[in-house]
């Protein structure tokens, strides 16, 4: 079990089983899954999401880690951030943070904490994250961690009944440890 990890404003922490109310106040409101690749879930689909990450996290090798969002000095799930393995040395990120927690800098905070794990800790290599062109908020946040722009992935998810364009955004061990030096 990984040990919390420490930003600013927020702690990154394992998800738990008991997560599953709170996991529903964020992917059961649809202003937040408008700009996520899944329709709002039920109260009993947000239940099974969190036991799936608890069961997921026993994987060895771990392949994901989809940690909640708390604020520092909290152990309340506000959101979550979710690392996913793919390739070599790569992976995908995505967060989320519950909409009445928005503009608080809690998202930036979790990804820059999130991003000093998956390169410092699992060295990885490359890191992307795939969003909508609409949300805004989203893309300033990889822009802030010094993310760039790679494309549009086009017709890339469907999505609250129809198919989405995501913006490609990409970020190297190289230029993290180059503007990140701590």
Wanted: charged content about 25%; glycine content about 8%; hydrophobic content about 40%.
């Amino acid at each position: 079990m990984l040990e919390p990890l420490r930003g600013d404003k927020t702690s990154l922490r394992e998800i738990a089983s008991s997560d599953g109310l709170a996991l529903f106040g964020i992917v059961g409101d649809d202003r937040v899954t408008r700009f996520m690749s899944f329709d709002s879930r039920s109260p009993e689909l947000a239940q099974m999401a969190a036991d799936g990450v608890v069961e997921r996290a026993k994987a060895v090798p771990r392949n994901e880690y989809y940690l909640a969002i708390t604020r520092a000095g909290d152990d309340e799930l506000i959101g979550t951030c979710r690392i996913e393995l793919s390739g070599v040395r790569a992976a995908k990120i995505g967060y989320m943070v519950a909409a009445d927690h928005w503009g608080n800098g809690y998202a930036t905070d979790a990804v820059g904490t999130m991003l000093d794990f998956a390169f410092r800790k699992l060295e990885l290599h490359r890191i992307t994250a795939a969003i909508g062109p609409e949300n805004q908020a989203s893309q300033a946040v990889v822009k802030r961690w010094g993310f760039s722009r790679e494309g549009v992935l086009r017709d890339h998810v469907f999505t609250n009944g129809a198919w989405r364009d995501s913006v490609l955004f990409s970020l190297l061990h190289h230029e993290w440890l180059k503007s990140n030096r701590a």
